[in-house]
């Protein structure tokens, strides 16, 4: 199993690019998150989802779009890039909600 | 959501010195606890987590966690540290809403 991927590693805009973070994980897990990692604030929640077709927001979720059409996939858009989303973003899946969370590699997103 | 706070930002520590990391939550109703662990360059690695049952838990290389309710605490431990567990700590709950809470994380530095 390749458990969660994440694409692309490394990735640098200018203000206002949109662009697509790609997750992927091949454990069958109903639940997926991402979540952005900055110094001195640990992980925020940014949008999970529940199963495929359903997404809720997380704690910071303004400036991005989620969407679910397969169990398998978990695409992270970020409509108009600005620098404060400058950050190391992660994608992970679990069985259930409540279950040990598995995490991806990240990407680490510079917006100048 | 929930609010969870690690004490220290960042322990320095000798090799073969115990260490103690506090994390302390703000939920009052039943969780799901956690603590992870991001090695240089790593991601994030679950080192062990707690549902319900005894509440001091073992993880893997030689972690423990002793939940106490009362105190709303989840605090971890190990008694002997080695310099391969130099890394970042992040404490993180879940209750019934679906959203993984994480610390600000505590940056361990164990000197040879």
């Known amino acids: 199993n390749a458990g969660v991927t994440q694409t692309p590693k490394f990735q640098v805009l200018k203000t206002g690019q949109s662009m697509t973070l790609q997750c992927a994980q091949d454990?069958?897990?109903?639940?997926m998150s991402w979540y952005r990692q900055d110094p001195g604030m640990g992980l925020r929640l940014i949008h999970y989802?529940?199963?495929?077709?359903?997404?809720d927001q997380g704690e910071v979720p303004n400036g991005y779009n989620v969407s679910r059409s397969t169990t398998e996939d978990f695409p992270l858009r970020l409509l108009s890039a600005a620098p404060s989303q400058t950050s190391v973003y992660f994608c992970?899946?679990?069985?259930?909600?409540?279950?040990?969370?598995?995490f991806g590699p990240g990407t680490r997103l510079t917006v100048l | 959501a929930q609010s969870v706070s690690q004490h220290n930002h960042h322990v320095i520590l000798s090799e073969a010195a115990s260490l103690e990391l506090g994390c302390n939550y703000s939920?009052?109703?039943?969780?799901?606890l956690f603590w992870y662990v991001q090695y240089p360059g790593q991601h994030l690695q679950l080192l062990l987590k707690?549902?319900?049952?005894?509440?001091l838990v073992k993880g893997i290389k030689g972690f423990e966690a002793e939940f106490i309710k009362s105190k709303f605490s989840f605090n971890l431990r190990k008694p002997s540290v080695q310099w391969s567990d130099t890394a970042e700590y992040f404490c993180?709950?879940?209750?019934?809403?679906?959203?993984?809470?994480f610390g600000a994380g505590t940056t361990v530095t164990v000197r040879a």
């Open positions: 992970a899946s679990s069985y259930g909600a409540g279950s040990e969370q598995f």
């Open positions: 454990m069958n897990h109903e639940y």
């Open positions: 989802s529940v199963g495929a077709g359903i997404t």
């Open positions: 939920y009052g109703g039943t969780v799901n």
């Open positions: 707690y549902f319900s049952g005894d509440p």
């Open positions: 993180a709950v879940i209750a019934n809403d679906y959203k993984l809470s």
